[in-house]
């Protein structure tokens, strides 16, 4: 079954404490995407990336780092959470940018920090 | 960027209604797609629709892409429809590079 999957779907952390939340699909994507989701923001994205090597900043990067070192896998590590990072984690990916841009979506990581 | 919102921001119905979403985008796109998120908060692929016509059981999908809207229609609604329902878009120019933009969302209420 073509899917992207995330895991934890849960996570409670405290302050500080370095987590990586890992995301993988298995359509040979090349792009892939991190958004984040809050109340009265909607979602944003924070990191995308066009291929392996290649990310580049979303819009709302702060305090968070990604890595592309190979085409399935696209985690999001978050060197020293914070409780503004609390919040609903979506992976996303899609053949390409310009031509089949149909993303699919993870289940989503719900992440709260305390 | 591009800029996308959505209409009416809540919707209520009796179960069996009909009912209209609107989507309004502010340039050209090469993806559109509508989502459901359902209440454990999954962003469930509705329809992939940068432009044309699709159908999918009692939903249904239209984009015209030259007045730069798109519309969602849900026929016969059920409890189970119940959520927020999502426009996101992007377009292949400028520095966007395949970033969806999300409208904020109806959220549906569907009462038995």
């Known amino acids: 079954e073509a899917q992207v999957t995330q895991n934890p779907r849960y996570l409670i952390t405290v302050t500080g404490k370095k987590l990586t939340v890992t995301c993988s699909q298995n359509?040979?994507?090349?792009?892939m995407s991190w958004y984040r989701q809050d109340p009265g923001l909607g979602l944003r994205q924070i990191y995308y990336?066009?291929?392996?090597?290649?990310?580049d900043k979303g819009d709302v990067p702060e305090g968070y780092k990604v890595s592309r070192k190979e085409k399935r896998n696209f985690p999001l590590i978050l060197e020293s959470p914070s409780p503004n990072q609390t919040s609903l984690y979506f992976c996303?990916?899609?053949?390409?940018?310009?031509?089949?841009?149909?993303?699919?979506f993870g289940q989503g990581t719900r992440l709260t920090v305390v | 960027g591009i800029q996308v919102e959505q209409s009416p921001p809540d919707l209520i119905l009796q179960e069996g209604a009909n009912s209209t979403l609107r989507c309004n985008f502010s340039d050209s796109v090469n993806n559109l797609q509508w989502f459901h998120q359902n209440p454990w908060g999954q962003l469930i692929n509705l329809f992939y629709?940068?432009?044309g016509t699709k159908q999918n059981g009692r939903l249904s999908a239209t984009t015209v892409a030259t007045e730069r809207y798109s519309l969602l229609y849900i026929s016969s609604s059920q409890t189970t429809d119940s959520g927020v329902y999502f426009c996101a878009a992007s377009n292949a120019g400028g520095t966007s590079y395949g970033k969806l933009t999300f409208g904020q969302g109806t959220i549906l209420t569907v009462h038995p």
């Open positions: 359509m040979n994507h090349e792009y």
């Open positions: 996303a990916s899609s053949l390409s940018t310009f031509v089949n841009t149909e993303a699919f």
């Open positions: 629709i940068p432009s």
């Open positions: 990336s066009m291929n392996v090597e290649v990310t």
